[in-house]
């Protein structure tokens, strides 16, 4: 049973630091005040339902007792799997302010060492029959996240804790049907929801704990009534978590107690809760990553241990440039103060997620400390996830706004919603100094190299792996190549590399990509609402900076087949691929770090350190000697498998003569085979060279630009030509509507 809830009285809300003193900032700060004096106002009577509730929350229910009400709700003694027919309901029209109903929701995190999460809601209802939702299409996963499955327990009642009768929709298992009786206007509703067992698709957006830190996401601890606009849905949220542990999240709470784990995070939209994930930890660290003139910024520090979450000063000055260079791109920003939340564990899978002022990133345990391991995610996931506060966040694709968790998005645009953040970050990073332009280049020449192998492209076009994104993400890797899989990554990014050429060669090096950001992303300092976007907007806005059959150009890329990986960005940016026996350091990195060897561009395979092959490159010779992907490889050449081994013996390979062929002996179960790989290059891997035609625009591009791209005038001008933009979206959007 959930442990008993009790909150604390409100206290003031902590004071924001830094100096980002924009107007639009003083403005909303002093909102805000408002706003945290009403609440305070509000304490007694706000504090007074979770109170009651709480004597409740521990009280069993007899058979008796839940009989009795539900023969009162339904004469009928066995409950009807059919659901009646969709009543019309009245849309919410709770805002958040004191006016309108709010949902009270307290959450008790103290048990999630253990998987479990409980929750109470008191949701304000109307009599009648009632659907509600569990979020399904949370934002950032493109997908449906499914984890209904993890509902252990689910409990609808009156105010006076009389349990009311309730059916599950059996065309979307993610509705509940309620049948709330006259006089009854208040919901009570009981979750337990069973944490560390994500879907396929839920890893961002799902809740974990160990004993020693949790990361909580709220879509998986409500329900919300069918009809309510979420940006418009008022919602009071309580926490608590195990005492002594630290807290960090984008919401400033209105009272936070570490001594007692009690957190009052105040009254939001449930849009803004869902997008505000929570964690907390033992090893707790905040570490202010403030730049004068740029928005405040914090890293919030969860880990396995003190050593985890204790970051050197120089890696500290290095996380510190990333948010200046991320404003610096796009000349404003779409939020007052920024919080990077990092969950440094061994013992959760790894993942980031986008927020609209925060971003979720589970990284491994050391990865702040260890070079190696920075350098292969955290330094591009941070600037990653920091990009799609604009890109995705502050303006995003139409078919994937949404007003709801449980309508299904149109995917289609993601090679610009990931695409296009993934070509930003890379400028971000790079541009922060997180990676050497050098680390980069092999960076770059490795994802070529990968997107090379994908010969899936010949059948499915770039858009259909963007459409189909729900069944590649996290889905099966065999045979990925000819599958084709979350491609809309990077080659969406190569993609775009080619669109900043070619912006600047038509342009005649006026315009670039740090122009359209400008242009594209702008930020209305008077309405800073999310906009969203057609493929129209997007061609219109490339339109305006450089006159190319932008469209016809991206219905040749990305909406048809393609015989091969087109690599017009790559020559474009002064460079061009080519092979090296030396193994890079990027590659070097991420053998490293994933305990693989890397043999993608000499065998065709890539093989873990234990022997298994992980991967068998479609046309290459390991796939014409048969080789099986999950299959062990036990010998190379007669000799007992290691990754030195099969290193060694690739080198020789050098020296092979023709015939001759490396010699794998592989065990699937209790069968042996002999396969013999006609190979005589030794090791292989991609490097980017510079060619003799045109100048070196990839570092160029890569360079910091100068501070006096972003002066306000320019960015003013920006954002005229931005509203314009989105005046076009919002018409796009309403006739499409119509249709
Ligand atoms: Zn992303």
Not at 41 to 58: E, H, I, Y
Not at 252 to 269: M, N, V, W, Y
């Amino acid at each position: 049973m959930p442990k008993r809830l009790v909150f604390r009285s409100a206290t003031s809300r902590p004071a924001t630091s830094g100096a980002w003193l924009s107007s639009r900032y003083v403005r909303i700060a002093l909102g805000l005040i408002v706003a945290a004096s009403v609440s305070l106002a509000d304490t007694p009577a706000a504090l007074a339902t979770p109170t009651k509730k709480t004597t409740r929350v521990s009280a069993r229910l007899t058979a008796a007792e839940v009989a009795k009400p539900l023969a009162q709700a339904n004469p009928e003694t066995s409950p009807s799997p059919v659901p009646p027919a969709i009543e019309p309901q009245e849309p919410a029209t709770a805002a958040p302010d004191d006016a309108t109903p709010v949902i009270e929701l307290s959450v008790d995190a103290t048990t999630l060492h253990r998987s479990l999460l409980t929750s109470e809601q008191t949701i304000p209802i109307k009599p009648g029959r009632r659907s509600l939702w569990f979020a399904n299409w949370v934002p950032g996963v493109a997908g449906p996240t499914g984890q209904i499955a993890n509902l252990a327990r689910v409990v609808f009642s009156n105010e006076d804790d009389e349990p009311l009768r309730w059916s599950r929709d059996p065309t979307d298992l993610n509705r509940f049907w309620v049948t709330v009786p006259e006089g009854v206007d208040r919901l009570q509703v009981r979750l337990t929801y069973l944490a560390n067992q994500p879907t396929q698709l839920s890893t961002g957006v799902d809740t974990f704990g160990t004993r020693q830190l949790l990361t909580l996401n709220f879509n998986t601890c409500l329900v919300y009534p069918d009809g309510c606009d979420v940006s418009q849905t008022a919602i009071h949220t309580r926490v608590r978590v195990p005492a002594g542990w630290g807290v960090g999240t984008a919401i400033k709470p209105i009272s936070s107690d570490r001594q007692t784990g009690e957190i009052d995070l105040g009254r939001t939209s449930l849009k803004r809760l869902v997008d505000s994930p929570l964690i907390a930890g033992r090893y707790y660290r905040a570490v202010p990553l403030d730049r004068e003139g740029f928005p405040p910024t914090v890293m919030h520090l969860v880990g396995d241990s003190h050593a985890c979450t204790t970051v050197p000063q120089e890696r500290v000055d290095q996380l510190t440039e990333i948010m200046p260079q991320a404003v610096r791109l796009f000349g404003s920003a779409p939020f007052d103060d920024y919080a990077f939340l990092v969950v440094c564990t061994d013992r959760l899978p790894r993942f980031g997620l986008e927020h609209g002022a925060s971003s979720l990133n589970c990284v491994r345990a050391m990865a702040l400390r260890d070079d190696s391991l920075y350098r292969h995610r955290p330094a591009y996931l941070l600037p990653h996830e920091l990009v799609h506060a604009w890109c995705g966040k502050h303006r995003l694709p139409e078919k994937m706004s949404s007003t709801n968790f449980h309508e299904p998005l149109g995917t289609e645009l993601l090679w610009v919603y990931e695409g296009l953040t993934q070509y930003l970050m890379q400028l971000v990073a790079v541009r922060s100094g997180q990676v050497s332009m050098g680390y980069h280049r092999e960076y770059l020449a490795y994802q070529v190299s990968e997107q090379l192998q994908r010969t899936g492209r010949e059948w499915r076009p770039l858009s259909d792996t963007a459409v189909s994104a729900p069944t590649l993400r996290g889905g099966p890797s065999n045979w990925a190549d000819l599958r084709r899989g979350q491609d809309y990554y990077d080659e969406g990014a190569l993609f775009w590399l080619n669109v900043d050429c070619l912006l600047r060669e038509k342009s005649g090096g006026k315009a670039s990509m740090d122009d359209f950001c400008k242009q594209f992303f702008a930020v209305d300092t008077d309405s800073p609402v999310a906009t969203s976007y057609s493929l129209d907007d997007l061609v219109a806005n490339l339109e305006s900076l450089a006159d190319h059959p932008w469209r016809g150009m991206i219905q040749r890329h990305v909406y048809l087949p393609q015989a091969e990986l087109a690599l017009d960005g790559v020559n474009r940016s002064g460079y061009e691929l080519g092979w090296v026996r030396r193994k890079p350091t990027f590659v070097n990195n991420r053998e490293e770090v994933l305990g693989s060897i890397q043999a993608i561009d000499s065998l065709g395979i890539v093989v873990s350190t234990a022997g298994v092959v992980e991967r068998v490159v479609p046309e290459s010779v390991a796939d014409d000697s048969g080789l099986r992907e999950r299959s062990e490889v036990v010998a190379v050449n007669r000799r007992a498998f290691s990754p030195s081994v099969l290193n060694q013996e690739l080198d020789a390979a050098a020296k092979y003569r023709d015939g001759e062929t490396i010699d794998l002996i592989v065990r699937e179960g209790q069968w042996y085979s002999v396969h013999e790989l006609s190979y005589s290059e030794g090791p292989r891997h991609a490097v980017l060279k510079r060619h003799d035609e045109g100048p070196d625009l990839l570092t160029e591009i890569l360079r910091s630009p100068p501070s006096e791209a972003v002066s306000s005038e320019k960015t003013a001008s920006m954002t005229a030509k931005s509203k314009s933009s989105r005046l076009r979206s919002r018409v796009t959007a309403a006739v499409s509507a119509q249709r």
